[in-house]
């Protein structure tokens, strides 16, 4: 009787899920029926018109950056630049084709989602959210996505062209190819694409059904259930949501498979290259399509391993005959256990679903990042290492270098130093907020760029820098060049041992190396404009001139350092309107 009655209640909460999902469903079609052509035409109209009218300056300046440069050898040049005609010709032509695309999504899916979202918040006036979210914040959104695509194309584009004209370091050697190596690199990509995109496309097509029922089946079992991602009572409208749209989701995973098999039939010319050898290039396009079988499975928590043929397609592989043996005897072992297994693992990543997430998102820990820039920038004014004739500059010249380059570095070297004090795992970035290798965002873009720091910090822990290094410090970021130990000879630098200061030094350029790797992420630009002009309306306010601004502003300093401790939210919600308000008070200026 009790599972009876279990069931029953289970049966009971579903049937009046039914009418409640239909009408937000219904209210959520309206809004991006009425708001979806705005942003479609805001974002096709905007993005095309920057492609197209960028491209000939892309098609030049590419030719011209990667004949300069002198990071390619002679004959790795020549082949680039007769394969660069292909990407660059058909350059407007995705581009448009995707800001259309990316618009329709966007303008359909933006609205659809702010209704549920507004369904499920603890709001007063839930019935007005449900109706009015999702409408002028999707037009603000595509006009965004416009800014930060402009900035890309122009601001990021030039500058990873202006680093590949660098100058290389003495001890660095251009990368190139071998000549005789490269008919059979061309021979072996081009049977690579030929067979594998096939191969792949069938083993996707294969295992796409299993992903939609799976999906649905998991999906299902969480909505009557409420377990999984569904526990929350505010989380039930995007049940039915995420049921609605899963099959959506398994054409793009198809449609971004078939897209890869063709760079891993292609990378098969790189193998032949590397081990030149023909052997291991045709062993790797036979063994590709195994490695993605695998993968394929992992994803679906299904048979591991697979049952497609894998050669050695190098010579240093760890793999060996006798260890794949042993995993042919695990897959069989596997295979036999069969359904139990694959029930067991989701019944526990549904338990783990349960507990409440700690890991950090991008842009959360984005959100922290610039809220330390703008807290050092009130540090760096006070003591006049920035002054507002560097802030005029950079806002009326573009000559932002210092601002851009150095104020990021400082403060993410303040980071690690004060996670070094205070004896921390991670890398102290906010109050009560550190980030460590468990929590920081899974994003291979952002485990690139902040995996170093960790390094960084171990390297920094193991100089064990005084009071007056770390202050010495500070000045020598900001305007030394940091290029050599001679460069700070006459900076009054307490330690005269000129390996400890190369270290320290190659630190520091390791440091802009990643701030400027991050200046060229696309919503870098936007963000930094709105920290530029808050920190310029800031020393305006205050009257301040260069050489007593310190006074003026350490009062303002100290009341953002004692009301830190506060809610963080609070903070991260009032960036976007500090930003407004800084524009507005620079028109005015």
């Known amino acids: 009787m009790e599972v009876l009655s279990g069931l029953l209640a289970k049966l009971r909460s ?27 035409a805001i974002i096709g109209s905007g993005n095309s018109a920057v492609v197209i009218g960028l491209w000939p300056a892309h098609f030049i300046w590419t030719y011209f950056s990667v004949a300069r440069t002198k990071r390619l050898g002679l004959a790795l040049k020549v082949v680039v630049l007769v394969s660069l005609i292909v990407p660059l010709g058909l350059w407007p032509v995705v581009a448009v084709a995707g800001s259309i695309l990316g618009g329709i999504g966007y303008g359909v899916f933006a609205p659809l989602i702010a209704t549920f979202q507004a369904a499920g918040q603890n709001a007063i006036d839930k019935c007005y959210h449900c109706f009015a979210d999702g409408c002028l914040s999707t037009i603000k959104g595509s006009c965004t996505v416009v800014v930060d695509f402009t900035d890309f194309c122009f601001h990021s584009y030039f ?131 195994s490695l993605f079988d695998e993968y394929v499975n992992d994803l679906l928590y299904v048979r591991e391993g697979s049952c497609l043929p894998r050669l050695r397609y190098r010579r240093n592989m760890d793999r060996n005959p006798e260890i794949e043996k042993v995993d042919n005897n695990c897959c069989n072992e596997l295979e036999s256990k069969g359904q139990a297994s694959s029930t067991q693992l989701i019944s526990e990543n549904s338990r783990t679903l349960k507990w409440p997430i700690q890991q950090y998102r991008p842009m959360q820990v984005w959100d922290w990042l610039f809220k330390s820039y703008e807290v050092d920038g009130w ?112 900076s009054g ?60 502003l350490k009062a303002r300093l100290s009341g953002q350092r004692s009301s830190g401790k506060g809610s963080k939210k609070d903070g991260y919600e009032n960036d976007d309107a500090n930003g407004n308000k800084a524009n507005e008070n620079l028109d005015v200026v």
């Open 379 to 490: 540090i760096l004014l006070r003591d006049g290492l920035i002054t507002i004739k560097d802030i005029e500059e950079c806002i009326v010249n573009g000559n932002c270098k210092k601002l851009c380059i150095r104020l990021q570095a400082w403060s993410i070297l303040q980071c690690l130093l004060t996670s070094i004090k205070a004896d921390a795992s991670g890398i102290v970035i906010g109050d009560n907020a550190e980030l460590t290798r468990s929590n920081m965002p899974r994003d291979k873009v952002f485990e690139w760029l902040a995996g170093p720091l960790f390094v960084m910090k171990e390297q920094l822990k193991k100089l064990e820098l005084d009071e007056s290094e770390e202050a010495c410090l500070r000045k020598l970021v900001m305007e030394c060049k940091n290029e050599t130990p001679k460069d700070w000879n006459d």
């Open 493 to 552: 630098y307490p330690s005269e041992d000129s390996v400890r200061r190369a270290q320290l030094q190659a630190i520091i350029r390791r440091l802009q190396g990643i701030v400027a790797s991050m200046s060229r992420i696309p919503t870098f630009r936007r963000r930094f404009r709105n920290l530029v002009k808050l920190l310029y309306i800031e020393a305006i306010h205050a009257d301040a001139s260069v050489h007593h601004i310190g006074g003026i």
């Open 14 to 40: 579903f049937v009046s899920f039914i009418p409640f999902f239909s009408l937000l469903f219904i209210l959520g079609l309206l809004k991006a029926a009425i708001i979806g052509p705005v942003a479609v």
């Open 159 to 289: 500058s990873y062209m202006d680093e590949l004209s660098e100058k290389m370091p003495p001890d660095e050697k251009p990368m190139d190819v071998k000549l005789m190596k490269l008919p059979g690199c061309l021979l072996v990509g081009l049977i690579g694409m030929l067979v594998d995109v096939p191969l792949i496309t069938v083993v996707t097509l294969w295992k796409s059904p299993y992903m939609l029922f799976r999906g649905w089946k998991r999906l299902f079992e969480d909505l009557i259930g409420r377990e999984g991602p569904f526990l929350e009572t505010v989380c039930v409208p995007f049940a039915g949501l995420a049921i609605l749209l899963w099959p959506l989701a398994v054409v793009g995973a198809v449609v971004g498979a078939i897209i890869a098999s063709f760079f891993l039939g292609l990378y098969g010319g790189v193998i032949v290259h590397q081990e030149d050898s023909l052997h291991m290039g045709f062993s790797y396009i036979i063994s590709v399509v």
